[in-house]
């Protein structure tokens, strides 16, 4: 039976019992890392509903929700097919800015067409069981299809007019598509919920309609800024070269052209580290840490942290931390470096604590919270 509101706000205060805890060093105070749940595949994205309860996917194509006691529920139904091959399978999870009314859920996800595959955005309304997504429809497909294993993006991320940003991968052999704008390859685009191309986007000439912008090779973290309402973004490069941007409608971020990476065999990529007419990145990461899911800070437990964007590392194992000033990054701090597993996602839970899933065949959802 689904929750009321009374519930939920009950629940989004428990603190389930750790199955596991570790200690960790911060600026903020010794840190207390513990298991909310395990027995995830490889979980990918992560989001909390009102009642304090969490939707998660799983990357072979399951999507559970988990409640404040860490128990899983059974996969739920009317889930699309997904392609769980490489880095392909079931990605991000969103809730409708107006889930409250609609109980909108959006999925992104590596979809099986003929000839290859492709990022797609589908949404469906979560039945007040928890058991199901009913009325699942596609919204938004990457095109051109590509038969390739790597680089789909892609994170979720709700802008204040209602936008949906997608983050979208360059798929990795077609790397200089990311400079195609006619094409969703190495993109960030951004759509209304039904999949239309918002009348504010670019449409610049030449330039798909759901387009944003370009030259972007595979971002796997995004979130709003708090006080700005801007996208950042997290951004893999090859070897080194990982990227923190700003995307802004209409701008040329870059890839292959420019980078501060090289190829995985040494070879030089692209032109250098700048060219007139492309953006440079607010920060970037050399050598790589490979990051994942992003969040901004705006809690009331770790007040010299609001405003921090963390960034879960899957190379690193780590979540890094990123102080910012209006659209600049001043400093890096890294926590949780002997964690031992790869960071997918970061969020900020209704209980002002950080929630981590972990990307391992036997995946957990950590909470991080102070040790006192």
């Given at each position: ?126 039945n007040e069981q928890g058991t199901a997504l009913t009325g699942v429809e596609v919204v938004f497909r990457q095109m051109p299809t590509v038969s390739s294993n790597l680089h ?218 102070p040790a006192k």
């Open positions: 039976m689904a929750l009321g509101l009374g519930a939920g706000l009950a629940l989004a205060g428990v603190i389930a019992p750790a199955t596991a805890q570790k200690r960790f060093p911060s600026s903020a105070g010794e840190l207390a890392v513990e298991t909310v749940a395990g027995g995830l595949e490889h979980p990918w994205g992560l989001a909390f509903l009102p009642d304090g309860r969490m939707l998660v996917t799983e990357r072979p194509g399951r999507l559970r929700i988990v409640d404040a006691k860490g128990e899983l529920s059974r996969p739920l139904s009317g889930i699309p097919s997904v392609m769980a091959r490489g880095q392909g399978g079931l990605l991000d999870v969103a809730l409708d800015p107006g889930f409250a009314e609609n109980r909108l859920v959006y999925l992104s996800y590596a979809e099986p067409r003929p000839g290859g595959n492709g990022t797609s955005v589908a949404r469906g309304r979560l789909f993006g892609s994170r979720l991320v709700f802008d204040r007019t209602g936008a949906l940003f997608v983050t979208v991968g360059e798929r990795y052999t077609q790397r200089d598509q990311a400079q195609n704008p006619a094409n969703h390859l190495g993109k960030i685009i951004r759509i209304r919920p039904d999949g239309s191309a918002p009348a504010d986007n670019p449409k610049k000439p030449g330039w798909a309609p759901e387009v944003w912008s370009i030259g972007h090779r595979n971002v796997q973290g995004a979130a709003l800024h708090p006080d700005t309402g801007q996208l950042w973004t997290a951004e893999h490069g090859a070897r080194g070269g990982d990227e923190i941007n700003t995307p802004k409608a209409g701008l040329n971020y870059g890839w292959p052209v420019i980078t501060y990476g090289v190829d995985y065999s040494g070879a030089k990529i692209g032109e250098g580290t700048a060219k007139p007419g492309m953006e440079q990145p607010l920060f970037y990461w050399d050598p790589s840490i490979a990051p994942s899911g992003a969040a901004f800070y705006t809690g009331p437990v770790w007040p010299a942290w609001r405003n921090s964007l963390f960034v879960g590392a899957l190379a690193g194992s780590m979540l890094v931390r990123l102080s910012t000033q209006g659209e600049k990054v001043t400093g890096e701090e890294r926590l949780l470096t002997n964690i031992g597993a790869r960071i997918r996602d970061v969020r900020q839970g209704p209980d002002g604590f950080l929630y981590l899933l972990t990307d391992e065949t036997d995946g957990q959802i950590l909470r991080v919270r």
